[in-house]
């Protein structure tokens, strides 16, 4: 059974930083494309930023410069560092895994940004 787990949320003031990490347990996650996704309330869930097996990145305009995602298969974790954060990064943040048909995601990890 794959399963797939955030940490590191929490409140942060705009401008602040945080590094979310997501740890796939049940199988490698070199084999699987991962991705960063968020939402807000009232919101739908919008792709932060997407990586390949291979490192190649994929973000959201509104992330770029901002956000890096990175992964380290030897820790089976996937890590999105955020920095200069914005109130309106605020949101639960949800990691996926993703081969094939096989389609995983986390419960997600809450993010909010304020004074």
């Known amino acids: 059974q794959v399963q797939v787990v955030e940490s590191g949320g929490g409140l942060v003031q705009p401008g602040g930083s945080l590094r979310l990490s997501c740890i796939v347990s049940g199988s490698s996650s070199s084999s699987y494309a991962m991705g960063w996704y968020r939402q807000a309330p009232g919101n739908q869930r919008e792709l932060v930023a997407t990586?390949?097996?291979?490192?190649?990145?994929n973000y959201a305009e509104s992330v770029k410069g901002r956000f890096t995602i990175t992964r380290d298969d030897a820790k089976n974790t996937v890590y999105l560092q955020m920095n200069s954060l914005k109130p309106e990064d605020a949101a639960r943040y949800y990691c996926?895994?993703?081969?094939?048909?096989?389609?995983?995601w986390g419960k997600g990890t809450l993010v909010t940004v304020s004074a």
């Open positions: 990586i390949t097996t291979g490192s190649s990145t």
């Open positions: 996926n895994a993703r081969r094939s048909i096989l389609n995983y």
